[in-house]
């Protein structure tokens, strides 16, 4: 099955981090008017993603589904019937803007680096577009932990 991409509204910033960080392709629009989100979506095969149900009516073959939660992890819960947890994609995405990550020898990067961070991880991965540097720490952990209970629990109750 091919991974699906995404096309959030931008009041659904905190759930397109979270699909990033499981490694989905997720842009997020502030786009007016309405009709450049949905031909990028349209273009581009992403699922539109809005908490709006007005902006549920589209021409028929633009995939999009609404999201009922204020809260970010239940938003992410409501999708769960199209995402799959794959440890090789975690953290593989720019969390902030959604590029794909780029692995680096953190010897080079000794600049943008913390010595002791260097000195105590082993991962180092680098956005080209904007600049950031991520490596694996405790919020890694954390926020690997978050998404398997959620993973969790859905196969519990389904
Ligand atoms: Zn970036």
Same mark, same amino acid.
């Given at each position: 099955m091919r991974r699906p991409r995404f096309l959030l509204r931008d009041n659904l910033g905190r759930l397109a981090r979270w699909l990033r960080i499981l490694g989905y392709d997720a842009v997020v629009m502030k786009a007016i008017p309405f009709s450049t989100i949905i031909s990028r979506a349209t273009k581009e095969r992403r699922i539109f993603l809005s @908490? !709006?149900?007005?902006?549920?009516?589209?021409?028929?073959g633009v995939a999009h589904q609404l999201i009922r939660s204020d809260n970010h992890l239940k938003q992410l819960r409501e999708l769960l019937p199209l995402l799959v947890l794959d440890e090789s994609m975690l953290?593989? @995405? !720019?969390?902030?803007?959604?590029r794909l990550l780029t692995t680096i020898d953190p010897a080079r990067m000794q600049d943008r680096i913390p010595a002791y961070v260097a000195q105590t991880h082993k991962h180092f991965t680098l956005?080209?577009?904007?600049?950031k540097v991520y490596w694996q720490g405790t919020h890694y952990a954390d926020m690997k932990r978050t998404l398997t209970d959620i993973f969790q629990t859905n196969e519990e109750t389904s």
């Amino acid at each position: 099955m091919r991974r699906p991409r995404f096309l959030l509204r931008d009041n659904l910033g905190r759930l397109a981090r979270w699909l990033r960080i499981l490694g989905y392709d997720a842009v997020v629009m502030k786009a007016i008017p309405f009709s450049t989100i949905i031909s990028r979506a349209t273009k581009e095969r992403r699922i539109f993603l809005s @908490r !709006c149900a007005k902006e549920m009516k589209l021409p028929a073959g633009v995939a999009h589904q609404l999201i009922r939660s204020d809260n970010h992890l239940k938003q992410l819960r409501e999708l769960l019937p199209l995402l799959v947890l794959d440890e090789s994609m975690l953290f593989t @995405r !720019c969390i902030r803007c959604n590029r794909l990550l780029t692995t680096i020898d953190p010897a080079r990067m000794q600049d943008r680096i913390p010595a002791y961070v260097a000195q105590t991880h082993k991962h180092f991965t680098l956005c080209r577009h904007c600049g950031k540097v991520y490596w694996q720490g405790t919020h890694y952990a954390d926020m690997k932990r978050t998404l398997t209970d959620i993973f969790q629990t859905n196969e519990e109750t389904s």
